[in-house]
């Protein structure tokens, strides 16, 4: 398998960071001496369609969560997740009643939380933040 083009990692990763600025989810600041920061991560991974064809390159920013502290940088977490029994019950009355099914893939939804705490990240240095600025 051939190693995949910079280029499409590097458009990957410009769509990211623009999806967080027409969310305005962050803004450049220095970092206050009495805060720490949290860290960040990529996480980058290849899209297939049916064929297995490419179908897309993805790149997110993550935080890694282990390097904060409760009550500090949060206060609860949340993870929405369903039981693979709950999802073939439905399937199963789906198919009884002969419903539609459809699939979306929803972009950036996590970006839609309101925080209450005030969270200073470190982006990874390809988001490009000014010198010495942080999220």
Not at 43 to 56: D, R
Request: aromatic share 12%.
């Amino acid at each position: 398998m051939s190693c995949p083009d910079a280029a499409e990692w590097l458009a990957a990763c410009t769509e990211e960071l623009e999806t967080f600025k027409q969310m305005e989810v962050y803004e450049e600041v220095d970092q206050p001496c009495e805060r720490r920061t949290v860290s960040s991560k990529g996480i980058f991974c290849i899209k297939h369609g049916l064929e297995g064809k490419i179908q897309k390159y993805k790149a997110q920013l993550v935080t890694k969560g282990f390097t904060q502290v409760k009550e500090i940088d949060f206060n609860e977490t949340f993870a929405p997740v369903m039981k693979f029994s709950s999802l073939w019950t439905i399937l199963a009355l789906v198919t009884k009643h002969d419903f539609e099914v459809h699939q979306m893939d929803v972009k950036a939804a996590y970006l839609n939380g309101v925080l209450e705490e005030e969270i200073y990240l470190k982006p990874l240095t390809s988001f490009k933040p000014r010198d010495g600025k942080i999220w």
